[in-house]
């Protein structure tokens, strides 16, 4: 079982930066193994993949966010972040970090961000 907690979010002004963070505990020793990915979920909308870390070191992201979003991991902290920069209001939603192992998905509860002069 892995746990994961995101941390990070709050509200920043259109042009700001944030960086998100999102914990592993459990079985963490499968962690440099995972695939982690940040999704985000705005009122009324679907949740939409934002960025994805293989194990391999390869990084993917939406077009919506390319170049302005970094997701990076730490295996050694069992963590993965999500840097956010040039923030726009419609990147405004709710973040959550997603770890796949094999065939086991687990999500965190998720971490409010609001882009908001």
């Known amino acids: 079982q892995v746990q994961l907690v995101e941390s990070g979010g709050g509200l920043v002004q259109p042009g700001g930066s944030l960086r998100l963070s999102c914990a592993a505990s459990?079985?963490?020793?499968?962690?440099?193994?995972?695939?982690m990915r940040w999704y985000r979920q705005a009122p009324g909308k679907q949740r939409e993949l934002v960025a994805t870390s293989t194990s391999g070191g390869s990084t993917n992201y939406a077009d919506s966010v390319q170049g302005r979003f970094t997701i990076s991991r730490d295996n050694a902290k069992n963590t993965v972040y999500l840097q956010m920069s040039s923030l726009k209001p419609e990147d405004t939603a709710v973040y959550y970090c997603?770890?796949?192992?094999?065939?086991?998905?687990?999500w965190g509860q998720g971490t409010q961000v609001t882009v908001s002069s």
């Open positions: 459990g079985s963490i020793f499968s962690f440099n193994v995972m695939t």
């Open positions: 997603n770890a796949v192992l094999y065939v086991l998905a687990y």
